[in-house]
């Protein structure tokens, strides 16, 4: 009989910003291969409601829940409700980024104009976010020797974009970050890894991504003449999430159609 080496054995994983796009998919994937149950997190509770319910339609437990990733209160009581309903929480996905949780509100203007309160967004989804996530979900992990944490970031904290010079910090600042972890943390079984994405169709990108000409123009800077798909992201991250991964830890792995190189 074929083994799945994916297999997740009955652990249970939170992921953030699942309520859409690569963190749905997360949260399906983990519910494919069973694991023994899913907190959908969102800054949107009816996103991570529906998402649940896609969960528990494949069989397996899930519960949504509220909470901004930026908010250190909310992080911890997120993990309590977690801790309530399924023990702990041996799996952390930080999927919650991109502008954060009120991309309309974000300032949209060269660098050389912004003011540092345009950062806050970015600063605040994709770097405290994590250490947020990482702070109160971590500490447990080390408790009971087991844990595996896993960071989305994009290939903009790689190689740098200009017009996301911010996003690129705060993106970079993460996987520096889950170096640090990595380090901390290996001695008790707890892995920490990084993904970065390229271009990715999702609810957050796919108006840009309309336009046949807009994507071409996209495309041309890709090996892989297509878009990612959220199930791309999702296949590497499940892979950091299950034990097939154990003896691997601190890395940040592209998974971008070819976009830029890992060496
Ligand atoms: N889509 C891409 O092309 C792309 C490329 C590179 C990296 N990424 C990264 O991949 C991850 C997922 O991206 P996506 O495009 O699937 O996302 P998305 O923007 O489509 O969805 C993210 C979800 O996270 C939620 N969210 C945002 N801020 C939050 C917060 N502070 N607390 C809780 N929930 C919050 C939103 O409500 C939303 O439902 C992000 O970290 C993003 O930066 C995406």
Redesign the pocket.
Known sequence: MATNILDLKGRIGLV????????RSVALRFAENNAGGVVV????LE?AQAVAAEVEKLGVKAIPVQ????DFGSVSAMFETSRAKFGKVDILVN????A??D?GAVVRKPFWEQEPKDWQPFL???LF?VLNCVRVAGAEMIKHGYGKIVT?????GRVGEPRLEIYSGA?AGAAGFMRAIAKNAGRYNVTANCVA?????????ERGMADPEALKRVLKVYQIKRI?E?ED?ANMILFLSSDASSWITGQTIPVNGGYSFAV
């Open positions: 953030t910003g699942a309520g859409q796009g690569v963190g997190n969102d800054f949107r996103r909470c901004d990733v930026t999927n919650a980024g991109n954060g949780a991309p605040g989804t994709n976010g989305v970031i994009s290939d903009a993106k994405l390229g271009a990715t169709r999702t609810p957050a990108t990612g959220p992201a």
